[in-house]
């Protein structure tokens, strides 16, 4: 089991968080102006990295808050994890980097 | 060499010394007129029926580790074809009635044994869905009957049908005409039939990008084993169809999930058909080695790891364990993961993309073993005419952006 560090409430169990899905995916800003392609990237299209990915999680059973984190989906090993609204971290920095 | 009960007793008689290699180890050569990356079951009957059915001989299948070493070799050998929709219906029952053929076509004894699978249901819910998919199999021709508590005891005397579970068996589906084959033994078949048409099968050779021309259509790939010219590439990587197709510039609505799976210590036959209960994440049934073969659900987040978390195992022991009490002093041997490829409605991708000259299937979800036949067969029929053959034509790339999504995510009865 996965020990996920939860920005609001520190190092919690994997069981108590939800993954949910890839992270800083916009939403349209100008609905009407998207075309059929511009929907299928924004709802189904996906970047599923093998390496360093940045994702959402909820730490559901905990202090119910959304966050993102990056995470080695080789490795499953947790790089950082920061709030949401925060700016994204620089991937190249983490990957020579120890646990944030 | 042909197999059959002679080359046997022969073989036999002279200390099984003489079997010939199933197929060669080539060097790859500069060109193909088709290369396939991914030698697990479904790229390599795509090379098979390349060959046998549209003449295309030149043919590589590449395979960054060893043949039938990913999802083919990783997953539990569940084979139905009792899906809701026509068009779902239309290619797992094409692979089913392929499978039926597949050891006399093959010349290879894939042990294909159509034992039936059990579908339970627990809930409400679950018994409309269910009678919903046997009556819509029906009007498609693919078989599937309900069994009540009692029926389905009879047919499986392990299962617990108990009312005192915290999810009793309600009912369930059969599909009579399903059951499992020997995973390795279709990876191993479908490769022995290729290379016997001159296919190069080559191991060890990871795809690092693919190469396209001036006018943007494919051109070859780069490997680790160098460069390889070809006019026509087919992606068939499962987990990894995100990586390689990422290399031709394509985002795929894909994501990879580790899908687990475990064995039990090998037992005397006790089990006599395939029980699947999605709503409690159980898949079991037992292999000729006696072992039992068990399947759990997709892990919760995206991973290459080929692990999983131990609480998911843990979750589809303790259903396997309720349902059939017996198990419960069972050894486990192994666990493993496989990385799983899923859509978002949880139905394949197969044909064309925007690259000429390039193909993929992928999106196979956590079922792809039970449709590698049909799903070589219209892929090989895809990539030689240059258009989808009519049964996979709805499963394009396209629907995604035109809105025709062929929504198995509720309707193929898992609970995802």
Redesign the interface.
Known sequence: ??IVRCPYCGDRP??EF??A??AHIVRPADPDALT??G???F??????S?GL?R?RWRHTHGCGRFFNAV?D????FFLATYKTGDPKPDLGTLEKGSRA | MKHSIFTLFSQAISGHQGWPAQWRDPAPKSAYDVVIVGAGGHGLATAYYLAKEHGITNVAVLEKGWLGGGNTGRNTTIIRSNYLWDESAAIYDHALKLWEGLSRELNYNVMFSPRGVLMLAHTVHDIQVFKRHVHANRLNGVDNEWLTPEQCKAFCPPLNISRDMRYPVLGGALQRRGGAARHDAVAWGYARGADGFGVDIIQNCEVTAIRRDASGAVAGVETTRGEIRAKKVGVVASGHTSVIMAMGGIRMPLESFPLQALVSEPVKPVFPCVVMSNTIHAYISQSDKGELVIGAGTDVYTSYSQRGALHVTTHTIEAICELFPMFRRLRMLRNWGGIVDVTPDRSPIIGKTPVPGLYVNCGWGTGGFKATPGSGHVFADTIANDRPHPINAPFSLERFREGVLIDEAAAAAVAH
């Open positions: 089991m996965l994997e069981i939800r993954h899905g890839e059929d392609a929907w299928a990237d709802l189904y299209n996906r970047t599923n093998r990915h994702e995470r989906t080789v490795s499953d």
